[in-house]
């Protein structure tokens, strides 16, 4: 017996000629596709088996899950000059994989029921229904966006919004890819950077810029931090919560070097110099360390693209024309920088443990880090022990600033409802008790000064640091970018291989990624 399962219309993008869907079996299910696709709508078909462990699933069983790639088989394309394939997972049996996902959403089983549910009458007329979906579990943003969709609603009665959750990861790249498979995706998403890479050129999120060009917030918003929620000089994200790296370092142990505590490092010369006259050790062991960088682990990439970045790098990768630049000269220059520090004497780190830094136990001086981790660092024998210190600069000033979004649902029919809430929550009252109440910093150049006075020598740092921040990079093989840079900064620090060496392989193997989409 053979059904079919619709799975949901063909991103507006690809509803042109020259595009194809070519439906893959996942390896660890025994489920043949037979069926390609229309011009609009995606449809899969599968096996006896298949739809009998659907049935099944509703039982608490298992999900087969399907890999969709689009193929451009003509010239251009939204990445590539060539061949191009975008990745999006599509599921089967959405109600029972929602079910099972663990995020916070009332028990029910789809992010949004169905079109008869979008909206609902009341005595003064129609209430448009909206689905708020965001990233994380935490107590304290949880009661923040409940507050604010409920002065929203105030403000708007005509409007009703429903506030969902779920934890970062698996989890909520499931809920999300569940909802954009099955027409069910949520109106309002709060999700990170990284997500833009994948989910702008699938038609999942839906660019502002018709909304911004006449708002008048755009002009008083951050710069940097409107452009980082930019792919291709199109504003998707309208950004929230700013995440930025910062320098901080022990004013007790630069006062013990003889150094000045009131004249931190600006440059990587005078880092250098400081941490060379920071080093402690005992025989060949180091007891204390200058700079506290890791020597392996998950984050390791983003440590290497501080330095990058700093020495005129502009990415690890160039999002407009995908060119890696993680073995430019000025790239391999700063993992050089990188293995100088280690070689002068660094404490042994993986920074896929952020508890673990040396900073944190006393063992380093310096170190990156956020705001928060200043705010949690900043207490028992390190108390009024740390400060902070504005981005170093090489070639130029930079850091690495991540940052959380609100983006509009590339499928919600309520966009101009959507907006009016993006508007609202970017409001310069709203932003200012974001700061009052979870010590966000504010995005508007009218909130600068009162910012900055809050508490004039961290929040200028702050400032700064968004500023000239850059985060992620927005294209859709970002984690394999992360895991390669990983490795080749794991082998040059560990003396595998030369910084040049490393850096050209990795380079190779992102390439390698790149032709395959």
């Known amino acids: 017996m053979i059904s079919g399962k619709w799975i949901g219309d063909i991103p507006k993008y690809y509803q042109k000629e020259g595009w194809k869907l070519k439906i893959v079996q996942n390896k660890h299910e025994n489920i043949q596709i ?25 039982h608490g069983i298992s999900t087969p899950f399907f890999l969709l790639y689009f193929y451009h088989y003509g010239e251009g394309g939204f990445f590539m000059k060539k061949k191009m394939a975008m990745l999006c997972a599509a599921v089967i049996g959405v109600s029972a994989v929602l079910g099972t996902t663990g995020c916070g959403n009332n028990g029910n089983e789809e992010l949004v029921s169905s079109a008869e549910d979008s909206s ?3 005595t003064d007329g129609k209430v448009t229904k909206l689905v708020f979906l965001r990233a994380g579990t935490e107590k304290a943003k949880k009661n923040y966006w409940q507050e604010m969709i ?27 890819n569940t909802g954009f498979a099955s027409s069910t995706a949520p109106d309002i998403i709060n999700f990170t950077m990284a997500s833009m890479g994948t989910r702008v050129p699938l038609g999942q999120y839906e660019s502002l810029d018709k909304y911004v060009d006449l708002w008048e917030g755009k002009d008083d918003f951050m710069e940097n931090a409107l452009k980082l929620g930019t792919i291709n000089d199109s504003l998707y994200g309208l950004p ?28 990587w010369d005078e880092l250098l ?24 682990g998950s984050n390791m990439h983003q440590w290497f693209s501080i330095f990058a970045e700093e020495n005129g790098v502009k990415n690890l990768v160039d ?9 430019t000269p000025e790239a391999v220059e700063a993992a050089e920088y990188m293995l100088k520090l280690k070689e002068l004497g660094v404490v042994q780190w993986d920074s896929t443990n952020s508890d673990q830094n040396p900073f944190s136990t006393g063992l380093a001086a310096m170190t990156f880090g956020s705001d928060q981790d200043f705010q949690t660092w900043n207490s028992g024998a390190l108390k009024d022990k740390i400060a902070m210190a504005s981005p170093l600069k090489n070639k130029k000033q930079a850091t690495f600033c991540g940052m959380s979004f609100l ?27 974001r700061y009052e109440e979870l010590g966000s910093a504010p995005l508007r150049e009218s909130l600068k000064d009162k910012f900055i006075a809050e508490n004039p020598e ?29 490795e080749s900064m794991e082998k040059i620090m560990y003396g595998v291989d030369e910084p040049g060496k490393s850096m050209n392989d990795g380079a190779k193997k992102i390439q390698k990624e790149v032709d395959n989409l």
Request: glycine share 6%; proline share 5%; hydrophobic share 30%.
């Open 407 to 433: 983006f509009m649902s590339g499928e919600t029919e309520h966009k101009e409802e959507v907006w009016r809430f993006m508007e609202y929550i970017s409001s310069p009252e709203n932003m200012w008790k």
């Open 319 to 327: 999002e407009d024309d995908n060119s890696i630049l993680i073995n």
């Open 240 to 267: 929230v919560f700013a995440d930025p790296r910062v320098l901080i370092y022990n004013k007790e142990m630069f006062e013990e070097a003889g150094l000045n505590s009131e004249n931190p490092p600006s440059n």
């Open 34 to 58: 037979i069926k390609k696709t229309s011009i609009d709508k995606i449809k899969i078909m599968e096996n006896e088996n298949g739809v009998q462990r659907y049935m099944n699933l509703k």
């Open 273 to 296: 110099a400081a941490h060379e006259k920071l080093v402690k050790k005992d025989g060949d062991s180091v007891v204390q360390t200058g700079m506290g960088i890791p020597t392996s």
């Open 120 to 122: 609902a009458q009341d």
């Open 150 to 176: 409920e002065g929203f609603e105030a403000e708007n009665p005509d409007i009703d919004i429903e506030y969902q959750e779920c934890p970062y990861g698996d989890d909520f790249e499931t809920k999300l």
């Open 458 to 486: 961290i929040n200028k740092v702050i400032y700064e640091s968004i500023s000239c921040g850059n985060g992620s990079p927005k294209v859709p093989y970002a984690n394999s970018v992360y895991n390669i840079v990983n």
